[in-house]
């Protein structure tokens, strides 16, 4: 049981970075939406196009979940996260808060998760780049 409980955790933390890279790091088209406002679709492709180009960044961000329980109380989960980018096929997440300790780790060959709160580490050959990593 334990076992299947650190394969779902791998899994959800590898889900969860490559969601958080694919929507918002990998600079990736912008679809227009009906009603969307022009300047606003403008100002979104711009910062897309400028985020595509780069070939190396990082960026620091601060999470704050909030959960509702079945009585109705909210609680805030807070965590932190930080994000480094070499275009075209390096990149290393950190995540760290009450319930996260986790390293997602692409060196251009092999990707990386290692988990320090569950003690599980997940090794494979992956791709070329970062956009096929994200992808996959």
């Not at 190396?56 to 932190?80: R, T, W, Y």
């Amino acid at each position: 049981m334990r076992k299947h409980f650190r394969v779902l955790a791998i899994r959800q933390a590898v889900l969860g970075v490559v969601v958080a890279l694919g929507f918002g790091l990998v600079a990736g088209p912008v679809m227009s939406a009906e009603g969307l406002d022009p300047e606003a679709d403008k100002i979104l492709r711009s910062m897309s196009d400028y985020m595509g180009g780069l070939s190396a960044f990082s960026m620091n961000a601060n999470i704050d979940d909030e959960v509702v329980d079945l009585d109705g109380q909210k609680l805030q989960i807070s965590s932190s996260a930080k994000f480094v980018f070499a275009r075209p096929g390096e990149f290393h997440v950190q995540r760290k808060g009450a319930f996260a300790d986790v390293e997602f780790i692409f060196d251009g060959k092999t990707l990386i998760l290692n988990s320090k709160s569950i003690n599980a580490y997940l090794q494979i050959e992956g791709p070329k780049t970062i956009d096929e990593a994200t992808r996959t």
